[in-house]
């Protein structure tokens, strides 16, 4: 099936909408909203004889904290929009009619290995955060994958921990690299 540059354009636009859309939705700063409707209630309180007393800016402590790490989530997008560029790349060599089967064939299988990638770097993401870490970014290039983990305190066994994971998941692929960050 020959898909023209707008329709790849525009598949692609729409997924990055369906990824966002969910992220939203799932991620707690979805409640900030309400949060800031419970701060100013929450200046309000009610004294010993039942009237209200309102606390000042002074008096009242606010605790914020970021809504995630927006450089991990610089970097997924940088690796999301590169492997959209290439897609649309192979995508375009699939529809050059100049091209023989086995380039075509080429192509396809690339474009497959690069799905399989994202879905592998994902899962391992999810794999590593569950064993309850903060937040973590795996990158795959070639035999190479690096882990980078966002965690309070790090240590060799805790590195070692999450290589084990790794290539239990992925078997002896190639080298992997634990890389902490601390929490800001």
Do not use: C
């Amino acid at each position: 099936m020959l898909l023209k540059k707008q329709t790849v354009w525009l598949l692609t636009m729409l997924s990055l909408v369906i990824v966002l859309s969910v992220y939203y939705i799932t991620s707690p700063t979805t409640q900030q909203a309400t949060d800031m409707a419970a701060v100013e209630n929450e200046g309000q309180q009610v004294g010993a004889e039942g009237e209200e007393q309102t606390m000042t800016n002074e008096e009242m402590e606010i605790v914020t904290e970021a809504a995630g790490d927006e450089m991990f989530e610089a970097l997924r997008l940088d690796i999301n929009d590169e492997r959209a560029q290439l897609e649309e790349q192979l995508t375009a060599k699939l529809g050059d009619a100049g091209l023989s089967t086995d380039e075509k064939n080429a192509a396809y299988q690339q474009m497959e290995d690069l799905k399989q990638l994202a879905i592998v770097e994902a899962a391992l993401e999810t794999m590593i955060i569950s064993m309850g870490y903060d937040d973590a970014l795996v990158r795959a290039d070639g035999n190479n994958i690096k882990v980078t983990v966002k965690a309070e305190e790090h240590s060799a066994t805790a590195a070692n921990d999450i290589l084990r994971k790794v290539q239990s998941e992925i078997g002896e692929m190639g080298n992997v690299a634990v890389t902490f960050q601390p929490l800001n």
